[in-house]
């Protein structure tokens, strides 16, 4: 690289971008943990909808969207105009964005079955959509604000953060001030005020985090990359996107993204369940662990540049995902077994807290780590054909993200159909074989997912000193 590239390259960012860089990602970490945490639950045990209702649903919308997510990312990489390529969606998503989150968690009232499933699909396809069209283009700032390998690193943790911490705030305020027992609901879980003071927060919360990491990041406009004139026809834009998903470093990220998300969605729907009916504890003890994903997500952030580092960008994300299964699934294999205290017992709660900690931080740093590897993808695609690309690649990252809820709610689903789980049920009334089929099938399905997510990772081939040569030929092209 020249002096001056290499200079532009290592120009440290300023602290209030990096700020509301990262703050917009509260927008996608409420979302992604509403649909994940509650929105089964929510709609199966107090809306009454049947769990594989649930899931369909939400597989459908995931479906449709995954065609849209790309047009997007492609509209975004092409956009000519005085705010720049990423802005002006950032801006437009917004209203639309709080306004049918806030219609999901107030589903209309006396309406059959099967209006409810289509009023799921409905909105659950418009939050998918209008998220999209501020995530991908506010995360596809990241490759163009830096280019340094470790630095994308920091960066993507720094937005993990805030999706982190968002979701779990929200969550803390979920289960301590919103959802609370009452004389027709005992379980606090289970009554249906909380979750519409929920939606309505959660919604206010969206609105304020996009248009502050919007006007944020606006400063930044002049010196992000501005996409040549060109006249893209229909066949052409599909052709770019089909070589974007199919680009062979980009590949096996999709592949173990979506089953790293599945593994992730499956867990976190499956949670309550796990909580209320297999642990029986109740909405004050769970809200208890959202104080170990404060440390976890902190850790996660601390450790993941050092790891990779030491180990690389792969492999560190290899072994972090090794980790948080075997450390994620040791109290269910060990109850199921007889080896693990019973409901209850002192040390129940606090052996499941410190699992909990250790499992989420190696978790999220193999998170922070396949963000970054996208990133990297970015300047290899550009030295083979000249385009850059980020909004496409990050319509890929969306798109996984998108599939931690929609299809980890639908192998969710299908395992409480699979095992006869009840719906409306109550702590304490459901059958001692149905719980424990609960962890016989859980662990198998999980187990699936996070090897083929481990085996496709195992494909990915940018290292730092490829990433360093990508951006040395860039360099020494004219205008690099």
Do not use: C
Not at 43 to 62: R, T
Not at 278 to 287: E, K, N, P, T, Y
């Amino acid at each position: 690289m020249t002096d001056s590239s290499a200079a532009v390259a290592e120009a440290p960012l300023r602290r209030s971008t990096r700020f509301f860089y990262g703050l917009g990602g509260v927008a996608l970490g409420l979302k992604d943990n509403g649909f994940s945490y509650l929105l089964l639950i929510y709609y199966n045990q107090v809306v009454g909808l049947p769990a594989a209702k649930v899931g369909l649903a939400i597989m459908i919308a995931l479906v449709i969207d995954a065609m849209i997510d790309p047009l997007i990312g492609q509209l975004s990489d092409n956009l000519r105009s005085r705010w720049g390529r990423r802005h002006p969606f950032m801006y437009l998503s917004a209203i639309p964005v709080a306004v049918t989150y806030l219609m999901i968690w107030m589903p209309p009232s006396g309406w059959s079955e099967n209006a409810l499933f289509a009023y799921l699909v409905f909105t659950a396809l418009l939050v998918r959509t209008f998220l999209a069209m501020f995530e991908i283009p506010s995360a596809a700032l990241a490759p163009e604000l830096t280019s340094d390998y470790h630095g994308r690193t920091k960066l993507m943790a720094f937005r993990a953060l805030f999706i982190w911490y968002g979701a779990l705030i929200m969550t803390l305020l979920t289960f301590q001030v919103f959802l609370k027992p009452s004389a027709e609901y005992a379980t606090a879980q289970l009554n249906p005020a909380g979750y519409t003071l929920y939606g309505i927060t959660s919604a206010a919360v969206m609105l304020i985090v996009i248009l502050a990491s919007a006007l944020g990041t606006h400063s930044e406009i002049p010196r992000l990359r501005k996409p040549p004139v060109r006249a893209l026809s229909i066949g052409q834009t599909f052709r770019e996107i089909f070589e974007a998903v199919t680009n062979r470093s980009l590949a096996p990220l999709m592949i173990s993204g979506v089953f790293n998300a599945m593994s992730y969605g499956l867990t976190v729907a499956l949670n309550l369940y796990f909580n209320t009916f297999f642990w029986g504890l109740g909405a004050a003890q769970i809200s208890f662990f959202v104080f170990a994903q404060f440390i976890s997500s902190a850790a996660a952030v601390t450790l993941a540049t050092p790891l990779s580092k030491a180990l690389g960008k792969r492999n560190a994300a290899i072994l972090s995902k090794v980790l948080a299964f075997g450390i994620g699934t040791a109290p269910i294999i060990l109850r199921l077994l007889g080896l693990f205290p019973e409901n209850g017992h002192p040390a129940l709660l606090p052996l499941l807290w410190v699992q909990a900690m250790v499992s989420v931080t190696f978790a999220s740093i193999a998170a922070v780590l396949h963000s970054s590897m996208i990133a990297d993808v970015v300047e290899e695609t550009e030295v083979k054909n000249g385009r850059r690309s980020e909004g496409l690649f990050f319509a890929a990252n969306i798109f996984v993200a998108k599939a931690v809820s929609g299809v980890g709610i639908f192998a969710s689903s299908m395992v409480l159909l699979a095992i006869g789980f009840p719906d409306n049920a109550k702590p304490g009334e459901v059958g001692e074989d149905v719980i424990r089929n609960l962890g016989l099938t859980y662990i198998p399905a999980l187990a699936v997912t996070y090897l083929v997510a481990i085996g496709a990772l195992t494909f990915f081939r940018i290292t730092r000193a490829s990433h360093e040569a990508n951006l040395a030929r860039l360099a020494e092209r004219p205008g690099g």
